[in-house]
Each structure stands twice: as C-alpha cells, then as structure tokens.
C-alpha cells in the first residue's frame, strides 16, 4: 500500500500508463488483503487517498490553500492540523487530475470491498463495560480477545480531541500493556482481569475499563483491534 499515496499521483507526468499499472497493482493488493479479512492498514489508507483527491478535483484552483491539501500530520499536543503540497506546474497538474478522475472509481470499488468486511466485523462486536464506570473516561483499559491464540490482550487507552477550523479530531492512543492466557475450557471473567490491573496500576485506582465480546474468526492485528477501537472511540464520545 506504500506506492498508492499522493505522490505517486504527482509523479504521474513522467509516465501515466505506468501509474495506472502501480494502483491497478496497488488495489489488487488490497482486495486480496479484503477476501483474507484483513482490513488494516489499507483500508484507512485507501480512504485517506480517496479524500485527498477528491479535494484536489473539486477544489483545484485553490489547492495549495489550507484547508485543500493533504493532511501531512495532526500534532495532538500542539492541536494543530499540518498540510503539505506536491509542486506542479498548470500544465503537470492537468495531466494529473485526468487521472484522478481515472481512479477514483477504482478506489470507491474498492473501499466498498474494504468498508463491507469492516461492517461485517463491527456488527459483530460488542463493547461491555467490566465494573462501575467512573466519570472520568477518557483514559482506561480495552480487553480484546485473540480466540486463535486464546489469550487475551489488555490495552491501556488515551482518548483525545481537538478543534482545528471547524473540524473535530478525536484519537484513540493504546499501548499493549499485558496478555493473559485463556486455555480452552477455561473461563476468565474480565472483573478478575481489572482487578489484577488495579492493584499492579495504582495511578488508574478505578479505571473505565472495557471487555470485547466477539465470535468472528478474523485477523487480530489487521482486523479486530483496528475495528474494536473505532468502536470505543465512538462508544466514548456519543
């Protein structure tokens, strides 16, 4: 997915029919990820793609403006969105938005393959809370189940959000804190797991804490914990 990003689309000018073969490639990449189940990072990926695109179609004329480029980074402490431009003359940049307007329904065909696995996924999933919930939510833990190698993962989570130009950024940061074993046949209450992390956390004495309850079979990584926190973040923030 590394060579479907916007530069690849301003390099176009050198070689046009050789770019639509990389993100004809690029796409095929990622409908085979699709048909094994696994979502991320080329979804996300290929939606960011899509936007920025589109952004460049509909608002060429003043796309080195601010709020029309490509989002290079979003600096939470800062709470500040930074852009970046690729440099194009009139003419370069006529040849690229021709094929823009050549992939773009590439790309939505794709993305729909993407976006129908990771609705299957989340109409699957169920977010349960473990315990009393405290007032303060916003940072806790998230329990995710690996049924394929029957452990379960504990995260420590950071909810963030900020305002930038009208336009509400929320984040969702992790760090993998501990994995408990769950043999077959053994059945480990999430109550018991907060407990444990109570007493080997003390700055978190009564943390938000929240258990994953799934029955799909799908990637770990790639899938269930990508999908498991968008969840959350919407889960918190409605």
């Not at 979003?74 to 938005?97: C, G």
């Not at 790639?222 to 923030?237: F, H």
């Amino acid at each position: 997915m590394s060579t479907l990003d916007l530069n690849l689309f301003t390099g176009a000018v050198h070689d046009v029919e050789r770019t639509q073969y990389q993100i004809l490639a690029g796409l095929n990449r990622a409908r085979t990820a699709f048909s094994e189940n696994r979502v991320y990072p080329y979804l996300g990926d290929l939606v960011e793609l899509y936007r920025s695109l589109k952004t460049i179609i509909q608002r060429s004329d003043e796309f080195r403006t601010a709020t029309s480029g490509q989002i290079a980074e979003i600096d939470l402490e800062e709470q500040e969105v930074r852009y970046e431009w690729p440099e194009l003359d009139r003419a370069d940049m006529s040849v690229v938005e021709d094929l823009i307007r050549w992939a773009l329904p590439h790309l939505r065909d794709a993305i729909e393959e993407g976006t129908a696995v990771y609705e299957f996924v989340e109409d699957n999933v169920e977010l349960e809370t473990v315990g009393i919930v405290p007032s303060y939510v916003q940072e806790g833990y998230l329990m995710v189940p690996d049924d394929t190698q029957q452990v379960l993962h504990v995260h420590r989570y950071t909810l963030s959000i900020f305002t930038d130009e009208g336009e509400q950024y929320r984040s969702l940061r992790t760090r993998h804190c501990k994995t408990v074993e769950q043999p077959v046949g053994v059945a480990l209450h999430p109550s018991t797991v907060k407990m444990d992390l109570v007493k080997e956390r003390r700055d978190l004495p009564n943390p938000a804490t929240y258990f994953t309850n799934t029955e799909v079979d799908v990637p770990y990584e790639e899938t269930l914990l990508p999908v498991v926190k968008r969840r959350l973040i919407r889960y918190l923030v409605d």
